[in-house]
């Protein structure tokens, strides 16, 4: 139960407050759903994350912002809800002192349209900062955070790989024309609208030798503790550091968990006993 951030949205933002309270790290909260094909759920979502853009502006949860999946808000369903659904979350985050929203990056056949429609969205919310998910193993990478920065957006860089089963010629084969192509890309985006989502070391100082360290923000998973080392020396430092916090009942959360392979069947099936 330590990989999320609490079974309901109010009890992630007393965490992400009292993480923030204790250690100055920050939260990036996620509500756990994703894969809808009923409108009636991407937009009971939606109105999800607008209460808690509400919620953390009024506990005033210093520097938190918020994860969404796009196939959580309408992408799968169809353009125009995804669009309509993720204008409503922007335009909340603004009228909430302008909390960061960040979009994850899902399936490769919907990167297209998820690339245009953070764009247009950003478009018409200038002043807000939301990052695009990009995975450095695309060949395409870099073209896509010069589009998303042209568009007035961040990046949420991610190192993959992820898509190990598209064409070869689409993906980078090599670890070394990964890593390579992750420091093109951060040293591309302006540094205030850049993260960092990787708990490689070595890639890190290759990253901070590159560009510095400055207004990066770095992210890693919550409750994973090959991590923790990393990025509570990081924040020590005074570096501008976040976690990924997802939240949701148990019913939403238990695929998350169950992808890190970190509970028993037992130990499901006494969860699945107490919370199904």
């Known amino acids: 139960m330590e990989l999320i951030a609490g079974l309901t949205v109010e009890s992630a933002v007393a965490h992400a407050k009292d993480l923030y309270g204790k250690e100055h790290i920050q939260g990036l909260i996620n509500i756990a759903g994703e894969h809808y094909q009923d409108e009636a759920l991407a937009n009971q979502d939606t109105r999800q994350y607008c209460n808690l853009l509400k919620c953390i502006a009024i506990e005033k949860v ?26 409503k979350i922007a335009t909340e985050a603004l009228k909430q002192g302008g909390i960061p929203v960040e979009l994850d990056m899902e399936a490769p056949p919907t990167m297209d349209e998820t690339i245009d429609v953070f764009c247009e969205t950003i478009g018409k919310h200038p002043s807000l900062l939301m990052r695009l998910a990009i995975p450095a ?4 990478g870099l073209d896509i955070a010069k589009r998303v920065v042209a568009a007035g957006g961040g990046v949420r860089l991610v190192r993959g790989k992820a898509y190990g089963d598209l064409d070869r010629s689409l993906v980078f084969q090599s ?28 890639l890190l100082k290759r990253v901070h030798a590159a560009i510095g360290t400055d207004d990066i923000e770095h992210q890693f998973l919550l409750g ?53």
């Open 62 to 87: 210093p520097h938190c912002s918020i994860s969404v999946k796009p196939t959580q808000i309408g992408q799968g369903i169809h353009r125009r809800v995804f669009l309509t659904n993720l204008d």
């Open 137 to 140: 193993e695309l060949r395409s």
């Open 175 to 202: 670890q070394d024309e990964l890593l390579d192509n992750y420091i093109e890309i951060a040293k591309f985006v302006p540094a205030q609208k850049l993260a960092l989502a990787t708990g490689n070391v070595d």
């Open 224 to 276: 994973l503790p090959y991590h923790e080392k990393v990025y509570r020396t990081l924040a020590a430092e005074g570096k501008n550091v976040s976690l990924y916090m997802p939240c949701g009942n148990w019913e939403r959360v238990r695929g998350y968990v169950g992808r890190r392979n970190y509970l028993t069947p037992e130990e499901y099936g006494a969860l699945d006993a107490k919370y199904l």
